[in-house]
């Protein structure tokens, strides 16, 4: 993220504390909503989402009325949407409103039609702004179990997703030489910039895909179609979502290779069904592919 200003800050801190809390205190923040009454749980409290928006555009001098309306409603259907799901399937086995906001949320962020929205530099704020709705919708509203957002330090966590990246690491390497995908080159980093990139890929990318991708997306298709094919679907999923990564037209390489490791993601996810470990297995593959592909 770049073009921090004390104003991005603050709202930064604001969204990912709405995160934590979500990681470390699911349970109690989802008896809190439920106590409330349905316009606070599903007017008043979704709204709020716009917030991060209003601060940033009235502090760059970049606001615009449609943004702002798109903003505040996106989280707003999307508990609405999910409140409906929540009792029309109260077993969990998947709804249609379920992948409605799934679609909505993917199309969002991976098409990147919102991006203009922020300064520029600041687009990752926007992200933000979608996974704290889709949290709260899916965690708060809906009360989806399983999911496996859960940040409290478990020593499994690494030990599953850098098995996960050991197990993947020879098939990527084999794979991208010989499709011409990968071309090895030295930039050795400091320590300081390798934590810090580390860091940076873990917030801003795997915890948020891998949250998208298998707590939700892989999580529910379990629920209709079995783990395997689970798998297989939510990774290729997850590969078609690459589609335009570093191409202007279908890259066909990177969706492929993105698949692959979708499946590595999964397993790690699904060997104790926590997020953590497969963001841990996802962040050590973009961080190496950052500093040596």
Same mark, same amino acid.
């Given at each position: ?10 709202? $930064? ?45 009235? +502090? ?9 309306? @798109? ?7 999307? +508990? ?6 929540? +009792? ?11 992948? $409605? ?7 969002? #962020? ?28 899916? $965690? ?24 996960? $990246? ?8 084999? @794979? ?28 801003? #990318? ?25 798998? #297989?679907? +939510?990774?290729?999923?997850?590969? @078609? ?21 979708? #499946? ?30």
């Amino acid at each position: 993220m770049q073009g921090l200003t004390s104003t991005a800050i603050t709202v $930064l801190v604001a969204e990912l504390s709405v995160a934590a809390g979500f990681g470390f205190a699911p349970d109690r923040i989802a008896r809190a909503v439920r106590s409330w009454r349905e316009p606070v749980r599903i007017l008043l409290l979704p709204s709020l989402g716009v917030l991060p928006y209003v601060v940033v555009a009235a +502090a760059h001098q970049t606001f615009r009325w449609n943004w702002c309306a @798109l903003y505040a409603a996106l989280p707003i259907g999307a +508990a609405w949407l999910l409140e409906q799901a929540a +009792a029309a399937d109260p077993e969990q086995r998947g709804n249609w409103r379920d992948a $409605l906001i799934l679609l909505m949320l993917g199309l969002a #962020v991976d098409l990147r039609r919102l991006d203009s929205a922020w300064p520029r530099g600041l687009e990752p704020l926007g992200k933000l702004l979608l996974v704290d709705a889709g949290l709260y919708g899916f $965690l708060a509203i809906r009360r989806l179990d399983g999911t496996g957002f859960d940040f409290h330090p478990h020593w499994n966590d690494w030990k599953t997703g850098l098995r996960e $990246l050991a197990f993947f690491t020879p098939v990527v390497l084999l @794979l991208g030489l010989a499709l011409g995908f990968i071309h090895p080159h030295s930039n050795l980093p400091s320590v300081s910039d390798a934590a810090l990139r580390w860091t940076a890929i873990f917030l801003f #990318v795997a915890v948020p895909e891998e949250l998208f991708f298998r707590s939700w997306v892989q999580n529910l298709l379990e629920r209709r179609v079995g783990r395997r094919a689970a798998l #297989v679907i +939510a990774s290729v999923l997850f590969g @078609l979502s690459h589609f335009n990564k570093r191409s202007a037209h279908f890259n066909w390489r990177y969706v492929l290779l993105a698949t692959i490791a979708g #499946v590595f993601y999964g397993r790690a996810w699904r060997e104790g069904r926590r997020v953590p470990a497969s963001a841990i297995t996802h962040t050590c593959v973009d961080w190496i592919w950052s500093w040596w592909f």
